[in-house]
């Protein structure tokens, strides 16, 4: 199975009259163009995915939303609250399981939560943590519950570390 994890893009860092929020805050335009690019470098990577699953926050979904569209993903993109940075890790790592059926899933959310569950799963430590639009593809190995990091894709260098 392949197994992406994306964090969010940029996202607007301050509350306004309308945002008072962190689950609110949304995409920047900044932070929408760069997804946009990540996506469309990627998008023959993500051209089989079956399921998308995402943190239930505004910025992980639009996230989840960008990408979906450059892949041309026609399925559910389901919102789930073991992205969510203040949950477990082992929550998510059950979904990844649950999920090991499926030959292609991606998951969007947030740091510290997606460096630590990559750790986790594969040993794998990133130097500079997850870039807001990094992407990283991990194998998983239903049959033999393991994991191997493949790569991290560096948006703001548009290099993969391996």
Known sequence: MKLFFARHADALDQ?????????????????????????????????????IYTSPLIRAVQTAEIIAAKAGYMGNIELVNELKSETSIAGAIELIRISGSMSSVLFVGH????????????????????????????????????????????????????
């Open 15 to 51: 509350f306004t009259e309308t945002v008072k929020s962190d689950a609110l805050r949304y995409l920047t335009e900044k932070g929408r163009k760069k997804e946009n690019e990540v996506a469309e470098y990627l998008k023959e990577y993500f051209n089989d995915l079956e399921m």
């Open 111 to 162: 740091e510290p939560k997606l460096g630590i569950l990559l750790n986790s799963l594969t040993g794998k430590t990133l130097t500079n943590s997850f870039s807001k639009s990094g992407v990283s593809l991990t194998e998983f190995k239903p049959d033999s519950d393991t994991f191997r990091f493949e790569w991290y894709l560096e948006p703001g260098k548009m290099e993969f570390i391996r």
